[in-house]
Every structure is written in structure tokens, then in C-alpha cells.
């Protein structure tokens, strides 16, 4: 604990907390657009930690993740909107949307854990697209989720009648719906980063590792595979329904089309570019994905404006292109991604060398 | 013999055509360091798959300990006491020798996530009680230097140490080693014949797999000889020495 205790670390835990509180201000100064892209970093940190223990620590390949994102959402919107009438707590739903996610999970991995690499990717692909299709066609016969229109309305998130969604004065301070949201976000993802240290420096964390290391030793130890590679599915899985709670939440509103293949694919990119395994390297990799390309999207329409006089190329489709230029570059130059753990550095400069 | 540890009654395994364990039978008991030779191919690695739930047999059966041994899962094997090594070491390589070990201690502790999430007394003892095992494990085979390098840049003969202390570390009755003197020099190989006494002595018993003659011989209390997987002989070593169907087995042809 000493360590904790010293001066540098303490000052450079200051400033961290002074920056996340000031976030939210400074970025409302470019509009609350800006505070709300802030929100989705820190919700796309929560997903791409979820992920980062299937695929970083227990070194299982998950194309579908993004459908227990989608069980925790709509088990927000059918719980708290008018669609059923039904507005319940957050603090009920979020671990409703949680334990339910985490069936999912368990209910993908138990048929599918004898599956390796390609093959899982190949089912959970299969799983995360099912789940999609389910949820866009689930309003006939009985409208359970009204299909591809989805379901609006879906309640804020409030304690009592503090309400995250509308502007109100605190301490003569006037916080936005968004900034409450920031907040709200930053406690619980400083909450999921802990939980995911404490997890990886565990001893479930220590048989994950294995696994990904050696499944056969593993086994011959005494380690139940089977039971510890569903822990993790049910984990990671938990993790994505409560982002899926808290994203129907802000939004107000749900539909099929937010979960779609690319959806899981950027989730992945996050894990792999931020460094796997890696959880700074994974929270930098879900910032960087999330905010870069929407400062491409405000950013390269008014160069063009400004430099050729007109807007040559259409914002939308250039993200795309650049976005690709940029993985392909990261996974040339920085393969084990761009902030991995100081071992998996290692590891790869060592086959590299091998190689030469 | 005293008590009897393993008690493996007519086990056969076949891939396809090829039978590579035809009805083999042995008793070791309690204590013993137990040999298992034979030419390559005589299926001394399958009989060690079998009896550690890696591959089902089948036919025949385990009795390890009093009760039956129901060997269809690796995990359960190592809960019951029976801990391997592999031929081709298997150590988990990016993580650190006393890590190695600390995953050893996963069969005999209980920790959940629960447990990881909320560091309560029990799981912060627990984990401290896994370091302290692991690290005396360390000690006790003599790599106690090389606890934090990652285990695969330990030495050849280190892996070797460190593979049979993230065996012990899950607290076996029965220890089987699957050619632990393979590539060792002779200094390296006198100094694991020291420790598998240590432990012998410490009240393991063992069930060995060596191509290395002199230190089979020196080392075990009895021998099984396998040959296209069948056994061919059981007995002291000085015995298995001079029998003709071992010296065939080995040396190809009759020996006049």
C-alpha cells in the first residue's frame, strides 16, 4: 500500500482526477454533442474491458459480443419505457440486464467452448447476428420488441427525482443531462477497471491466463476448463449488459440496428489496437476508436472548405478509409498494439527476432 | 509391497488400427518409485494419458487410492492426486516461474470471482498462503533465483525443475514424470535423481517414464517394460536387467 502513498503517485492521481472532472466542461465548450461523444468513450471503455476478458485474458476469439450489449439494452427498454408500461429503477434493471446478459453468455458458451480460434469466431459471429435478428423480429406474434422500429421513450436514468437526462444547478454550477451522465459513467467505469484488476491478479485470473497459455497443461493441473472458459463468457458478458442498460438509457431509445457485425468488429478493434490482455492499453484503444472518428467527421469537412474551397470527399466515407489506413498501420508497425502489457511486448519482439 | 496406490486392471487403447495398449495391468504401491521403460513407441505416454484423463480408454479400469478412478477428465485426475508432467515441456510460458506454480495451487483453493472482486479476508489469506507455497515450491526444487523470470526463458534443465514444482504445487499422492531426463547432461540428470529422492522421501509416490537406463535402474523400486504396448515384463530392476524378452524388446532381435 506504501507504494500508493508517495508523492508522485499522489500527485499524479490528482491530476487524473482533476482532468476527469474538468472533462466534461471543457468539452461542452465545443457543444454538449461533444460531452455526449465523451459518454460513449467511457461506454465503450466499459465494453471493450467486458470483451478484454474473453478474448485478453482467457484468449477466446468473441465476433459476437456486441449481443449481450444488446440483451442488456432492450432488457432496459422493455423494463422502463411505455412499450409495456413497465418503469422500473435503474438499480433494479441494470443487474436484471446483467444476470440476463450473463445467461446469454452461458448459454453461447456451454454448446460452443470445445470450439477453437476460427471455429468459435465463426459461431459467436453466428450467435451475435442471431440475437440481431431475434430483436428486429420479435414483434409478430406477440410484440415483444417492436421490431425494427424498436422502442422509444425509454425512460432517464433518475434517483428519486434527480433525472440524468435534463440540465439542473448544483452548487451554483449548471450541469448539462450529458455531464450528469459523464459522471455517473466515470464512477462506474472506475468501479469495472478495479473489478478487472482485481480479476486479471486473481486466482481465476491466473487459470484464464493458462488456459490462453496451454489448455492441455491447464487441464492436467487440475484446472476445469470448461467451467473457467464459461466464467469468462459469463463475465465479459455481464459487463456488456450493463453497458447495454446504461446505453438505453442516455439514448432514450433502442432499436436492432445499433448492434450490427461491425459493432462487435470495432469492440474487437478496441481490445486488439489498445493492446490485449492490456487493461490501460484496452481503455486507451476504446478512447482513441471512439473519439478519433468523430473528430474526423467535425474536422475534414470544414479543411476541405477551407483549403479547396468546397468539400471534395464526403466526411462519412473518408472516416471509413482512414480508419482502415490506421489499422492496417498499428498492426504493421505495433503489433502487439499500441500500448500492450510490457510481456506481450516482449513476446513478439522475441518471434520477431526469431524470424530474422 | 505395502499398500497399494494404482491399481490398473486390463487397460487398452487403440487409434484406429494401430493398438497402442493391449490389456496392460500394473499395482504400484504406495511409496514406490515406479518404473515404466520401453522402446519408443511401446505406448508408455498413452498409458500416462490414460491414467491422467487425457484420453478414455477403452477397456479396463483405474483404481487409484481404495476407489475407482473415473478418468474421463483431465481436471478430475489432478483432483483425486495425480499430477504429470509432460515429454515436450508444458509450461505456461509468458507467465512468470512462480506464477507457474501459483496456478499449481488452483485445484487445492477455492477463491471465485466474488472472491477476486471484493479482496475479503479469506481471499486475500488464501492468496497469500498460493504465494508462499508456490515460493517454497520454488526453494524446494531449487529455482527459487528465477521466481519472477518468465518460465520460458528459464534453462532447459530449469523448465524441467519448474514443471515438477507446478506438479507438486497441486498436491499429488502420485507424481508421474514422462521422461524428465530427456536432453540433460549427466550433471544436470544426477542432480534430478537427487530430487526425485527428495521427494520420494517426502512421501510422494512416483510413477517414471525414462529412456535413461542407469537412472531408471538406480531410481526405481520395480519396472514395468512395454513393448507395441503390451507388457512384457514387471519386476526389480536388477531382474528386468537380464530378461530376454526386455533385451529383445530393445535390441531388436534375439540376442544369442
Known amino acids: 500500500m506504501a507504494k500508493w502513498l508517495n508523492p508522485r503517485s499522489a500527485l499524479g492521481l490528482a491530476l487524473i482526477a482533476a482532468v476527469l472532472v474538468a472533462l466534461p466542461f471543457v468539452a461542452a465548450l465545443g457543444g454538449q454533442a461533444w460531452v455526449r461523444i465523451v459518454n460513449f468513450a467511457i461506454l465503450y471503455v466499459f465494453l471493450a474491458l467486458g470483451l478484454n476478458i474473453v478474448v485478453g485474458f482467457a484468449g477466446l476469439l468473441d465476433l459476437g459480443y456486441i449481443a449481450f450489449y444488446a440483451v442488456g439494452a432492450y432488457v432496459y427498454a422493455l423494463l422502463a419505457s411505455p412499450h409495456f408500461g413497465l418503469h422500473l429503477p435503474f438499480w433494479a434493471i441494470l443487474p436484471i440486464g446483467a444476470v440476463l446478459a450473463c445467461g446469454f453468455g452461458v448459454a453461447l458458451g456451454s454448446p460452443t467452448l470445445k470450439l477453437r480460434g476460427d471455429y468459435l469466431a465463426i459461431v459467436t459471429l453466428g450467435f451475435g447476428e442471431i440475437i440481431r435478428i431475434f430483436l428486429n423480429n420479435l414483434n409478430a406474434p406477440v410484440n415483444i420488441t417492436n421490431g425494427a422500429q424498436g422502442v422509444t421513450l425509454i425512460d432517464p436514468i433518475a434517483v428519486g427525482g434527480f433525472k440524468f437526462s435534463a440540465a439542473s444547478q448544483i452548487f451554483g454550477l449548471t450541469v448539462s443531462g450529458p455531464q450528469k451522465y459523464y459522471f455517473f459513467l466515470v464512477a462506474l467505469a472506475l468501479l469495472v477497471i478495479v473489478i478487472n484488476l482485481r480479476l486479471q491478479h486473481s486466482r481465476i485470473g491466473r487459470a484464464w491466463q493458462a488456459i490462453r497459455e496451454d489448455e492441455i497443461a491447464a487441464k492436467a493441473i487440475g484446472i476445469n476448463t470448461r467451467n473457467i472458459k464459461l466464467l469468462a463468457f459469463a463475465m465479459g458478458a455481464s459487463f456488456g449488459g450493463i453497458a447495454g442498460g446504461i446505453f438505453s438509457a442516455m439514448q432514450g431509445f433502442v432499436s436492432p440496428e445499433s448492434f450490427s457485425l461491425i459493432e462487435s468488429v470495432m469492440v474487437l478493434a478496441m481490445v486488439v489496437l489498445g493492446g490485449m490482455g492490456h487493461i490501460p492499453g484496452v481503455i486507451l484503444g476504446a478512447v482513441l476508436l471512439t473519439v478519433l472518428p468523430e473528430v474526423l467527421r467535425y474536422g475534414v469537412g470544414p479543411i476541405q472548405q477551407v483549403v479547396f474551397g468546397k468539400v471534395l470527399v464526403d466526411p462519412e466515407s473518408l472516416r471509413m478509409l482512414i480508419f482502415g489506413l490506421a489499422l492496417v498501420l498499428v498492426m504493421r508497425w505495433k503489433p502487439a498494439g499500441l500500448w500492450p502489457s510490457p510481456e506481450r511486448r516482449r513476446e513478439l519482439a522475441e518471434t520477431r527476432a526469431e524470424k530474422l | ?256
Open chain 2, 1 to 256: 509391497m505395502a499398500e497399494v496406490l494404482l491399481r490398473a486392471a486390463g487397460v487398452g487403447k487403440h487409434f484406429g488400427g494401430v493398438k497402442a495398449l493391449r490389456d496392460v495391468s500394473l499395482t504400484i504401491g504406495l511409496g514406490e518409485v515406479y518404473g515404466l521403460i520401453g522402446p519408443n513407441g511401446a505406448g508408455k505416454t498413452t498409458f500416462f494419458n490414460c491414467l491422467t484423463g487425457l484420453y478414455v480408454p477403452d477397456g479396463g479400469a483405474f483404481d487409484f487410492a481404495g476407489r475407482p478412478l473415473k478418468a474421463d477428465a483431465p481436471h478430475q485426475a489432478a483432483e483425486r492426486g495425480i499430477a504429470r508432467t509432460f515429454q515436450n515441456i508444458r509450461l505456461f510460458g509468458n507467465m512468470s516461474a512462480v506464477e507457474n506454480v501459483m496456478v499449481g495451487r488452483h485445484v487445492r483453493t477455492g477463491a471465485g470471482v466474488f472472491g477476486a472482486m471484493f479482496r475479503d479476508a479469506r481471499t486475500r489469506a488464501e492468496e497469500a498462503a498460493i504465494r508462499r507455497r508456490a515460493a517454497e515450491l520454488l526453494h524446494y526444487v531449487g529455482i527459487a533465483d528465477r521466481a519472477d523470470d518468465l518460465a520460458k526463458n528459464l534453462s532447459y534443465g530449469d523448465q524441467r525443475r519448474l514443471e515438477i514444482a507446478r506438479a507438486l504445487a497441486t498436491e499429488p499422492q502420485l507424481l508421474c514424470l514422462d521422461e524428465p531426463a530427456a536432453g540433460m547432461n549427466a550433471t544436470e540428470t544426477e542432480e534430478l535423481r537427487l530430487l526425485i529422492e527428495g521427494i520420494r522421501r517426502d512421501g510422494t509416490t512416483i510413477l517414471l517414464i525414462e529412456h535413461d537406463v542407469k537412472l531408471v535402474m538406480g531410481l526405481c523400486d520395480r519396472v514395468a517394460v512395454l513393448d507395441y504396448g503390451e507388457k512384457i515384463c514387471e519386476d526389480v530392476p536388477a531382474v528386468v536387467q537380464k530378461d530376454s524378452r526386455v533385451i529383445e524388446a530393445y535390441l531388436g532381435g534375439s540376442v544369442a
